[in-house]
Nanobody, 124 residues
């Protein structure tokens, strides 16, 4: 069993920044890739960013590339999402997720554990 607990969401003005954190339980954190997804009201959950188990490889949705940065600290079993230059369209509930394998995947079905989500609201 893996438990994921997100923190760091909130309300920010357009152009501002937020840093999300996701703390994971378990002793094999570095053995699997991690991802961040988001879901806006009335929309499907979508991939935002992913990072390999070692942290060497990352991937981003085109909509956030150049503005968001995913990173991880395997000693702390924590993954981060630094979000800069936020836009109103970034408003959503953000979810941390554990991949089934070591490779980064963009589809929801490739992840087997999810956090409870943290709300990010960007005002214009």
């Amino acid at each position: 069993q893996v438990q994921l607990v997100e923190s760091g969401g909130g309300l920010v003005q357009a152009g501002g920044s937020l840093r999300l954190s996701c703390a994971a339980s378990g002793r094999t954190f570095s053995s699997y890739a991690m991802g961040w997804f988001r879901q806006a009201p009335g929309k499907e959950r979508e991939f935002v960013a992913g990072i390999s188990g070692s942290g060497v490889s990352t991937a981003y949705a085109d909509s956030v590339k150049g503005r968001f940065t995913i990173s991880r600290d395997n000693w702390k079993s924590t993954v981060y999402l630094q979000m800069n230059s936020l836009k109103p369209e970034d408003t959503a509930v953000y979810y941390c997720s554990k991949a089934i394998g070591m490779g980064i995947a963009r589809n929801v079905d490739a992840y087997d554990y999810w956090g409870q989500g943290t709300q990010v609201t960007v005002s214009s």
